[in-house]
């Protein structure tokens, strides 16, 4: 699961536990069943007929979707997906909206022009809309236009869903990479400034670990092969347990991420979650939301790895200082970052509405049907 994955899996898990009906719609390529229940949810699949610019088109999705969102009271949609914007006018929603906005469209700003007024369309129509960190709904241009119907619900993750690994997978990943190593863990794509911390990486020994698979993997390894650096482990993709007992071992997590695509960073409150100390860019994103600047770890300025370096070798230096930072880190998460709180505070929103001809007003239990 990517980070947005993740996020809708913790929602409708727990709203679940709460008495909220949830059914979730997404794509798939594959070939499997069409419905399948996850962790006490509906997980409905529609097929994947091509993409775009990383966005996902489904002919069937139209029909999919128009039929669970007859029976929900609430439909509940992640942004960005413009293939859901253009399905969400096509079926003719009338029953009560809210959607999450995890991002801003960096990339494709030549699509984004012919994009635009489709979102504005789109995102006016919402009733409610809800950002996951006060800092991206500070610095956001598209979220300053709806001021008066954005609301802040930070992510939230349920330590108790991850696996406990066991003494010999522990054991396995500290003799391979001893007691002390720093840890990346994410989909290996262009804005999560990997190229950046392999040139950082030059001139030390510090063990790194990178966890995760992704379209530039092969780029990165061919950078670290041309910078001569030993000290660099990819491990692609790995089980959960594998991954959480490297995020217990870790003295360190490193989140170099260095665009606003980053809108949140969920590794890096996974490493906030296991007490370890972090090191992110000011990105103006939920990134520094998790990490404080000198209280949970260190911020340094985007782009830039000497910065970065310098950052790594102050943690790797000063031992005391890292495992106090780690304690605050866990703290913070205990205090703002619970799936139990997120998923609170959306359910609030989902009992706010009934529906009642067509239009929103306060009163019963949600159901929603959403996808990304």
Not at 14 to 34: C, E, F, H, M, Y
Not at 93 to 105: E, G, L, Q, R
Not at 155 to 173: H, N, S, V
Not at 183 to 199: A, H, T
Request: include cysteine.
């Amino acid at each position: 699961m990517g980070g947005v994955e993740q996020v809708i899996n913790q929602i409708a898990r727990g709203a679940n536990r709460l008495g909220v009906k949830t059914d979730v719609l997404s794509l798939t390529p594959d070939r499997v069943p069409r419905t399948i229940e996850i962790d006490g949810y509906l997980a409905h699949r529609a097929r994947l007929d091509f993409q775009v610019a990383s966005t996902g088109f489904s002919l069937s999705a139209f029909l999919r979707f128009a039929q669970l969102a007859k029976q929900a009271d609430v439909i509940h949609y992640h942004f960005p997906w413009p293939f859901m914007d253009v399905v969400h006018f096509a079926t003719r929603i009338k029953k009560p909206t809210v959607v999450t906005y995890h991002s801003d469209i960096i990339r494709q700003k030549n699509l984004l022009k012919l994009y635009r007024p489709l979102m504005w369309k789109f995102l006016g129509s919402m009733d409610r809309i809800v950002a996951t960190s006060p800092n991206y709904l500070a610095t956001s241009d598209v979220l300053a236009r709806y001021p008066e119907k954005t609301s802040v619900i930070p992510i939230g993750l349920d330590k108790a869903t991850y696996p406990q690994p066991r003494a010999e997978r522990l054991q396995f990943w500290q003799e391979k990479f001893g007691p002390k190593f720093f840890l990346f863990v994410g989909v290996i794509r262009y804005y999560k400034g990997l190229n950046i911390l392999l040139e950082a990486a030059q001139g030390t020994d510090y063990p790194i670990v990178i966890v995760g698979s992704g379209p530039i993997e092969d780029e990165l390894k061919a950078q670290a092969a041309q910078l001569g650096l030993r000290n660099i482990h990819f491990l692609g993709f790995l089980p959960d347990e594998d991954k959480v007992a490297l995020l217990t071992l870790c003295y360190g997590v490193l989140f170099p991420s260095h665009l606003r695509s980053e809108a949140f960073g969920i590794s890096l409150l996974e490493g906030a979650m296991y007490g370890k100390p972090m090191i992110s860019s000011e990105i103006g994103t939920g990134t520094t939301f998790i990490n404080i600047a000198d209280e949970t770890g260190l911020v340094v300025p985007p782009s830039d790895p000497a910065a970065l370096r310098q950052a790594m070798r102050y943690l790797w230096e000063h031992p005391e200082q890292a495992a106090e930072m780690g304690r605050r880190a866990e703290e913070r998460y205990w205090k703002y970052f619970t799936a139990e709180q997120m998923v609170g505070e959306y359910v609030k929103l989902y009992h706010g509405w009934r529906v009642s001809d067509g239009r929103a007003d306060s009163g019963s239990v949600a159901k929603i049907s959403g996808g990304c």
